[in-house]
T-cell receptor
Framework: GQQLNQSPQSMFIQEGEDVSMNCTSS?????WLWYKQEPGEGPVLLIA?????ELTSNGRLTAQFGITRKDSFLNISASIPSDVGIYFC????????????FGQGTRLTINP | GAVVSQHPSRVICKSGTSVKIECRSL??????MFWYRQFPKQSLMLMAT?????????EQGVEKDKFLINHASLTLSTLTVTSAHPEDSSFYIC????????????FGQGTRLTVV
């Protein structure tokens, strides 16, 4: 089936550093979503992207929908302790069903 | 964003019994709801997609007779794990979306099922 390759799998950074993670696929997607999940909770939507090339910000978070429609990145600037969690990308295929395809997740750990 | 409420958040049951998990959309009508299963340190695995008033569409490898899904109204879907076994212990998460142009799906808080 379709896969989203998300990297890195984990990140260990110092508080205040910037973070970058991305998702790539061999398939074309018409929607990219970025979620954050904390332990024992469901994922929370951070940013939704609908157009190729679209760049969207949500506070210190910025995400872009790749021009090829096969990739997306998420940046977090000036990380703080509450940014700790697992970040997932998810995409909806152009010709696909309603369901989302999820990346494997990026586990972010921040050293104070 | 929209609110999706999942209940219970934790449940412990004996092997052989059945457990029902509810997923409600609180401030919107959810035409479509999704049920996922998540193992520790892994991504979400889609189990099934349910549309209000119709039978759920199960992903390959998911037993429809074991994981019963009902989506009888636009605000409620239920997942029943029948004859639960310890290997069914997992984190189950639902999500819901409106039938609008935007395709965001909003997630419930998840249910930690432990079968003993």
């Amino acid at each position: 089936g379709q896969q989203l390759n998300q990297s890195p799998q984990s990140m260990f950074i110092q508080e205040g550093e910037d973070v970058s993670m991305n998702c790539t696929s061999s398939s074309i997607f018409n929607t990219w979503l970025w979620y954050k999940q904390e332990p024992g909770e469901g994922p929370v939507l951070l940013i939704a992207l609908y157009k190729a090339g679209e760049l969207t910000s949500n506070g210190r978070l910025t995400a872009q929908f790749g021009i090829t429609r096969k990739d997306s990145f998420l940046n977090i600037s000036a990380s703080i302790p509450s940014d700790v969690g697992i970040y997932f990308c998810a995409g909806q295929l152009v010709q696909g069903a309603q369901k989302l395809v999820f990346g494997q997740g990026t586990r972010l750990t921040i050293n104070p | 964003g929209a609110v999706v409420s999942q209940h219970p958040s934790r449940v412990i049951c004996k092997s052989g019994t059945s457990v029902k998990i509810e997923c409600r959309s609180l401030d919107f009508q959810a035409t479509t709801m999704f049920w996922y299963r998540q193992f520790p340190k892994q991504s979400l695995m889609l189990m099934a997609t349910s549309n209000e008033g119709s039978k759920a569409t199960y992903e390959q490898g998911v037993e429809k007779d074991k994981f019963l899904i009902n989506h009888a109204s636009l605000t409620l879907s239920t997942l029943t794990v029948t004859s639960a076994h310890p290997e069914d212990s997992s984190f189950y998460i639902c999500s819901a979306r409106e039938n609008t142009v935007n395709t965001e799906a909003f997630f419930g808080q998840g249910t930690r099922l432990t079968v003993v």
